[in-house]
């Protein structure tokens, strides 16, 4: 069965770093996605991505942050000054229009834990 | 704006027992989607099942099922004959019926199973 792969599963980092994280979404999927868990808590939206350009971000989604789908695989989010702060799960998902029952049910990738020193 | 609320932090359930995980969620869109995703001590997010806000019935894949009580705005996970392996988080979802719409998921609940 397809599925949504992530690398690192785990980056470690200095503060002030920058990072990117990858992501190789379902194949045929046309939307994308990036969440985020900080230990504990609920998981928070970041990002929407469809048709190359960011469709919808949340407040967290800040100028530190960009995304980018560089050929027709990868996904990825780059945090380019990381703080303290960013130490937490971040999810990529992918979904597309044929979803069962008609529904935008995204899967979900494995994760990847920053951790930011 | 879109609402989850989980109101159970935890929860410990015997194996075999039939457990309900209450959701209850606040939106304006006459259309949206309603998930269970479990996630596992590994830390991975696994889709359990998914509600239409039109489906005129409960959803329901294996074990579990969906209670979906539209006029109440409750979406309660019911997992029947519980398993240790069940133990985990379970976090409710929900999302307007756009195909990019984003998943706005609740504080979730930690349910532990006992042998």
Known sequence: EPEVTQTPSHQVTQMGQEVILRCVPISNHLYFYWYRQILGQKVEFLVSFYNNEISEKSEIFDDQFSVERPDGSNFTLKIRSTKLEDSAMYFCASSDTMGRGGNNEQFFGPGTRLTVL | ?115
């Open chain 2, 1 to 115: 704006a879109q609402k989850i609320t989980q109101t159970q932090p935890g929860m410990f359930v015997q194996e075999k027992e039939a457990v309900t995980l209450d959701c209850t969620y606040d939106t304006s869109d006459p259309s949206y989607g309603l998930f269970w995703y479990k996630q596992p001590s590994s830390g991975e997010m696994i889709f359990l099942i998914y509600q239409g806000s039109y489906d005129q019935q409960n959803a329901t894949e294996g074990r579990y099922s969906l209670n979906f009580q539209k006029a109440r705005k409750s979406a309660n996970l019911v997992i029947s004959a519980s398993q240790l392996g069940d133990s985990a988080m379970y976090f409710c979802a929900m999302s307007r019926a756009d195909r990019d719409d984003k998943i706005i998921f609740g504080k979730g609940t930690r349910l532990h199973i006992l042998p």
